[in-house]
């Protein structure tokens, strides 16, 4: 599970809010990914490590959460083989 933070308009928070199907989540990637000038969230998470495959010989997956005025909207995970955060483009 993921936890996100909305901001108010007058500078306050919001309560946590609950983004499930997010877990081993290992890098976080923070950008406005399609231009509304909000910043989205893409994640790369590994379901069992490098050496042990998940389902359907899958090694990891993508995670995209996308801002919205309301806050974030939770996208399906896209499963990946290798390691998932050269998939999304996550250098550290």
């Not at 306050?12 to 923070?30: D, K, N, R, W, Y």
């Not at 893409?42 to 359907?56: I, N, R, Y």
């Amino acid at each position: 599970m993921l936890r996100t933070i909305p901001r108010n308009e007058d500078g306050t928070f919001q309560a946590p809010a609950a983004h499930f199907g997010f877990s081993g989540i290992e890098q976080i990637l923070v950008a406005d990914l399609n231009g509304d000038g909000r910043p989205d969230l893409l994640t790369a998470s590994a379901f069992f490590g490098s050496e042990v495959k998940g389902p359907s010989g899958t090694a990891g997956a993508i995670g995209v959460l996308m801002n919205t005025s309301d806050g974030f909207r939770t996208t399906p995970c896209y499963p990946v083989r290798g390691e998932p955060a050269r998939h999304a483009g996550i250098e550290f």
